[in-house]
């Protein structure tokens, strides 16, 4: 079966940390770019972090740059999301997405691309909250 599935959600405190998963199976994500998204209650999606699969470059948005690190590892076919510093703001459902098409910035940026990526997770909920 095709699919990608998130996982590392949770609750935890202001200043605290958590570490994503996204888990690929029937598909290898060796060739694909790899975001991680989010939605919190009420706004709209946005991406938060994308890799390459060519050359390991990443995006980061503004908000979580410095904090957020995406890496992958291939042997594993898995990415990570280590999210350090958190805040009340990034409460949100996490989503990761993968496709080969969109450059790293394109696919974490232009929302119009979003609903044509090959393959998206069911999402993993974060709470920060004291």
């Known amino acids: 079966q095709v699919q990608l599935v998130e996982s590392g959600g949770g609750l935890v405190q202001p200043g605290g940390s958590l570490r994503l998963s996204c888990a690929a199976s029937?598909?290898?994500?060796?060739?694909?770019?790899i975001g991680w998204f989010r939605q919190a209650p009420g706004k709209e999606r946005e991406g938060v972090s994308c890799i390459s699969s060519s050359d390991g470059s990443t995006y980061y948005a503004d908000s979580v740059k410095g904090r957020f690190t995406i890496s992958r590892d291939n042997a594993k076919n898995t990415v990570y999301l280590q999210m350090n510093s958190l805040k009340v703001e990034d409460t949100a459902v996490y989503y990761c997405?993968?496709?080969?098409?969109?450059?790293?910035?394109?696919?974490?940026?232009?929302?119009?691309?979003?609903?044509?990526?090959?393959?998206w997770g069911k999402g993993t909920l974060v709470t920060v909250s004291s």
């Open positions: 997405a993968a496709d080969p098409r969109p450059t790293v910035q394109d696919m974490c940026v232009i929302q119009e691309i979003w609903g044509g990526m090959d393959y």
């Open positions: 029937g598909f290898s994500l060796d060739y694909v770019n």
